[in-house]
């Protein structure tokens, strides 16, 4: 079993930046990728970016170049940093992580772009 936690959500002004961070703990012998997802109001999830445990990045193009995905596997967290925030990122972002096969969530943090 793996638990997720996010943090660093919360409210910015359009053009300001924030930063997530999620924490793996429980036990798992090697974390694969993680990812970060958001989700708005009815709507399904969306990638925004992944990190394998050797570094290697994807993004999705709408935050390609604002955001940036970053990992720490000597405490096993994954960060975005997002800069250039726009009232559109409003969404709940979640954490995920894979271990041996499964799947896990954090239970998502909210952040708000407004002014």
């Known amino acids: 079993q793996v638990q997720l936690v996010e943090s660093g959500g919360g409210l910015v002004q359009p053009g300001g930046s924030l930063r997530l961070s999620c924490t793996a703990s429980g036990s798992c012998f090697s974390l694969g990728p993680m990812y970060w997802y958001r989700q708005d109001p009815e709507q399904q999830r969306r990638l925004i970016a992944g990190?394998?445990?050797?570094?290697?990045?994807i993004y999705a193009d709408s935050e390609k170049g604002r955001f940036t995905i970053s990992r720490d596997n000597t405490k096993n967290t994954v960060s975005l940093q997002m800069s250039g925030l726009k009232p559109d990122d409003t969404a709940v972002y979640y954490c995920?992580?894979?271990?041996?096969?499964?799947?896990?969530w954090g239970q998502g943090t909210q952040v708000t772009v407004s002014s």
């Open positions: 990190v394998t445990s050797d570094g290697s990045t």
């Open positions: 995920k992580a894979l271990c041996s096969g499964k799947i896990y």
